[in-house]
Protein backbone atom coordinates (compact mmCIF):
# COMPACT_ATOMS: atom_id res chain seq x y z
CA UNK A 1 0.00 0.00 0.00
CA UNK A 2 1.61 3.11 -0.71
CA UNK A 3 -0.26 6.87 -0.40
CA UNK A 4 1.17 8.94 -2.55
CA UNK A 5 2.03 12.40 -1.72
CA UNK A 6 -0.48 14.56 -3.12
CA UNK A 7 0.42 17.93 -5.09
CA UNK A 8 -0.24 21.53 -4.33
CA UNK A 9 -1.90 24.45 -7.08
CA UNK A 10 1.42 26.09 -7.85
CA UNK A 11 3.58 22.80 -8.10
CA UNK A 12 3.88 22.78 -12.19
CA UNK A 13 2.98 19.23 -12.93
CA UNK A 14 -0.46 20.27 -12.27
CA UNK A 15 -0.26 22.76 -15.32
CA UNK A 16 1.31 20.52 -18.11
CA UNK A 17 -0.40 18.41 -20.08
CA UNK A 18 -0.28 14.68 -19.58
CA UNK A 19 1.31 12.09 -21.81
CA UNK A 20 -0.97 9.57 -23.48
CA UNK A 21 -0.33 5.90 -21.95
CA UNK A 22 1.38 3.60 -24.54
CA UNK A 23 0.58 0.49 -22.76
CA UNK A 24 -1.20 -0.35 -19.59
CA UNK A 25 1.55 -2.28 -18.08
CA UNK A 26 2.57 -3.55 -14.54
CA UNK A 27 4.19 -0.21 -13.43
CA UNK A 28 0.57 1.89 -14.37
CA UNK A 29 -1.51 -1.06 -12.80
CA UNK A 30 0.42 0.11 -9.47
CA UNK A 31 -0.19 3.73 -10.17
CA UNK A 32 -3.64 3.24 -10.59
CA UNK A 33 -3.81 0.91 -7.13
CA UNK A 34 -1.56 3.91 -5.23
CA UNK A 35 -3.84 6.40 -6.65
CA UNK A 36 -7.40 4.62 -5.41
CA UNK A 37 -5.67 4.17 -2.33
CA UNK A 38 -4.42 7.89 -1.60
CA UNK A 39 -7.63 9.12 -2.91
CA UNK A 40 -9.70 7.41 -0.40
CA UNK A 41 -7.39 7.83 2.29
CA UNK A 42 -7.30 11.71 1.63
CA UNK A 43 -11.41 11.43 1.40
CA UNK A 44 -11.28 12.37 -2.14
CA UNK A 45 -13.90 11.62 -5.14
CA UNK A 46 -11.37 11.39 -8.13
CA UNK A 47 -7.67 11.86 -8.73
CA UNK A 48 -5.72 12.46 -11.67
CA UNK A 49 -2.15 11.49 -12.23
CA UNK A 50 -0.82 15.03 -12.51
CA UNK A 51 -2.02 15.42 -8.70
CA UNK A 52 0.82 12.97 -7.61
CA UNK A 53 3.43 14.49 -9.99
CA UNK A 54 2.92 11.62 -12.90
CA UNK A 55 2.23 13.37 -16.50
CA UNK A 56 0.84 10.64 -18.04
CA UNK A 57 -2.92 10.11 -18.83
CA UNK A 58 -4.10 8.13 -15.69
CA UNK A 59 -7.86 8.72 -13.52
CA UNK A 60 -9.01 7.00 -11.30
CA UNK A 61 -12.82 7.79 -9.99
CA UNK A 62 -15.25 6.92 -6.82
CA UNK A 63 -18.27 9.31 -7.13
CA UNK A 64 -20.26 6.87 -4.69
CA UNK A 65 -20.67 3.61 -7.08
CA UNK A 66 -17.59 2.12 -6.90
CA UNK A 67 -14.27 2.71 -8.05
CA UNK A 68 -13.28 3.44 -11.84
CA UNK A 69 -10.41 3.62 -13.20
CA UNK A 70 -9.40 4.92 -17.01
CA UNK A 71 -6.35 5.29 -19.08
CA UNK A 72 -6.42 7.63 -21.75
CA UNK A 73 -10.30 8.94 -20.71
CA UNK A 74 -11.59 11.09 -23.69
CA UNK A 75 -15.14 12.66 -23.57
CA UNK A 76 -16.75 11.12 -26.09
CA UNK A 77 -19.78 13.00 -25.68
CA UNK A 78 -21.78 15.62 -24.09
CA UNK A 79 -25.34 16.66 -22.90
CA UNK A 80 -27.15 19.25 -20.89
CA UNK A 81 -25.20 21.84 -18.72
CA UNK A 82 -25.48 21.98 -14.93
CA UNK A 83 -23.81 23.97 -12.35
CA UNK A 84 -22.39 22.87 -8.92
CA UNK A 85 -19.65 23.30 -6.18
CA UNK A 86 -16.98 21.78 -6.73
CA UNK A 87 -13.18 21.54 -4.42
CA UNK A 88 -10.12 19.47 -5.22
CA UNK A 89 -7.38 17.62 -3.27
CA UNK A 90 -4.66 20.32 -4.85
CA UNK A 91 -6.33 23.02 -3.70
CA UNK A 92 -7.36 22.50 -0.15
CA UNK A 93 -10.33 24.91 1.08
CA UNK A 94 -11.34 26.03 -2.05
CA UNK A 95 -14.35 25.61 -3.46
CA UNK A 96 -16.62 26.88 -6.50
CA UNK A 97 -19.71 26.75 -8.82
CA UNK A 98 -18.52 25.02 -12.21
CA UNK A 99 -20.54 24.40 -14.72
CA UNK A 100 -20.34 21.24 -16.31
CA UNK A 101 -22.00 18.99 -19.09
CA UNK A 102 -25.11 17.19 -17.28
CA UNK A 103 -24.01 13.61 -19.06
CA UNK A 104 -21.45 12.50 -20.67
CA UNK A 105 -19.76 9.71 -22.44
CA UNK A 106 -16.38 8.86 -21.90
CA UNK A 107 -13.99 6.16 -23.23
CA UNK A 108 -10.54 5.07 -22.33
CA UNK A 109 -8.91 1.68 -21.34
CA UNK A 110 -9.36 -0.29 -17.73
CA UNK A 111 -6.28 -1.22 -15.19
CA UNK A 112 -6.22 -4.57 -16.92
CA UNK A 113 -5.99 -2.62 -20.71
CA UNK A 114 -9.47 -3.76 -21.82
CA UNK A 115 -11.36 -0.42 -24.13
CA UNK A 116 -14.31 0.87 -22.04
CA UNK A 117 -17.00 3.14 -22.80
CA UNK A 118 -19.15 4.40 -19.36
CA UNK A 119 -21.85 6.55 -19.34
CA UNK A 120 -22.28 8.89 -16.68
CA UNK A 121 -24.49 11.38 -15.24
CA UNK A 122 -24.48 14.00 -12.44
CA UNK A 123 -22.13 14.08 -9.87
CA UNK A 124 -19.91 11.03 -11.74
CA UNK A 125 -20.36 13.19 -14.89
CA UNK A 126 -18.65 16.21 -13.12
CA UNK A 127 -15.89 14.29 -11.50
CA UNK A 128 -14.73 12.75 -15.01
CA UNK A 129 -14.97 15.90 -16.44
CA UNK A 130 -12.84 17.78 -13.40
CA UNK A 131 -10.16 15.14 -14.00
CA UNK A 132 -10.15 14.69 -17.83
CA UNK A 133 -9.25 18.42 -17.03
CA UNK A 134 -6.23 17.62 -14.88
CA UNK A 135 -4.75 15.83 -17.53
CA UNK A 136 -4.32 18.79 -19.72
CA UNK A 137 -3.58 21.35 -16.85
CA UNK A 138 -6.81 22.45 -16.07
CA UNK A 139 -7.88 23.19 -12.73
CA UNK A 140 -11.44 23.77 -11.70
CA UNK A 141 -10.99 27.61 -10.63
CA UNK A 142 -10.39 28.14 -14.18
CA UNK A 143 -13.43 27.43 -14.94
CA UNK A 144 -15.76 28.30 -12.04
CA UNK A 145 -17.63 31.85 -12.23
CA UNK A 146 -17.20 32.02 -8.27
CA UNK A 147 -14.59 30.95 -5.91
CA UNK A 148 -14.48 31.32 -2.07
CA UNK A 149 -12.68 29.29 0.93
CA UNK A 150 -14.10 27.05 2.84
CA UNK A 151 -13.02 28.86 5.93
CA UNK A 152 -14.19 31.42 6.01
CA UNK A 153 -17.16 31.27 3.60
CA UNK A 154 -16.03 34.96 1.90
CA UNK A 155 -16.13 35.38 -2.07
CA UNK A 156 -12.69 36.73 -2.88
CA UNK A 157 -13.20 37.25 -7.32
CA UNK A 158 -13.58 35.87 -10.52
CA UNK A 159 -11.83 32.27 -11.22
CA UNK A 160 -8.46 32.27 -11.48
CA UNK A 161 -8.13 35.40 -10.19
CA UNK A 162 -4.09 36.11 -9.36
CA UNK A 163 -3.49 35.94 -6.00
CA UNK A 164 -5.79 34.19 -4.49
CA UNK A 165 -5.37 34.28 -0.88
CA UNK A 166 -5.66 30.41 -0.50
CA UNK A 167 -5.24 29.65 2.92
CA UNK A 168 -3.58 27.11 4.73
CA UNK A 169 -4.81 23.55 5.00
CA UNK A 170 -8.22 23.16 6.46
CA UNK A 171 -9.25 19.69 8.61
CA UNK A 172 -12.83 19.20 7.11
CA UNK A 173 -15.39 16.72 6.93
CA UNK A 174 -14.69 14.79 4.00
CA UNK A 175 -16.88 13.58 1.36
CA UNK A 176 -18.54 9.65 1.88
CA UNK A 177 -19.15 9.28 -1.52
CA UNK A 178 -21.30 6.58 -0.27
CA UNK A 179 -24.33 7.97 -2.20
CA UNK A 180 -25.27 10.57 -4.91
CA UNK A 181 -24.53 14.11 -3.12
CA UNK A 182 -26.77 16.86 -3.45
CA UNK A 183 -26.06 20.32 -4.67
CA UNK A 184 -23.55 21.95 -3.30
CA UNK A 185 -22.06 18.92 -1.91
CA UNK A 186 -18.49 19.47 -0.93
CA UNK A 187 -16.86 16.68 -2.89
CA UNK A 188 -12.97 16.83 -3.57
CA UNK A 189 -11.45 15.78 -6.64
ZN1 LIG B 1 -8.92 18.22 -8.74
Do not use: Q, T
Given at each position: MAILNIRREGDPVLRQVARPVPKVTRRIKKLIKDMGETMYHANGIGLAAPQVG????VIVVDAGDGLYALV?????KEEGREVDVEGCLSLPGVLGYVERAARVVVSGLDEDGRPRRLEAEGLLARVFQHEIDHLDGVLFTDKATMVWK?????????????????GPDQEEQGCVSSSWEPPGSRCRA
Open positions: VGERNPRLEEADEKIHGEAGAPGSPY
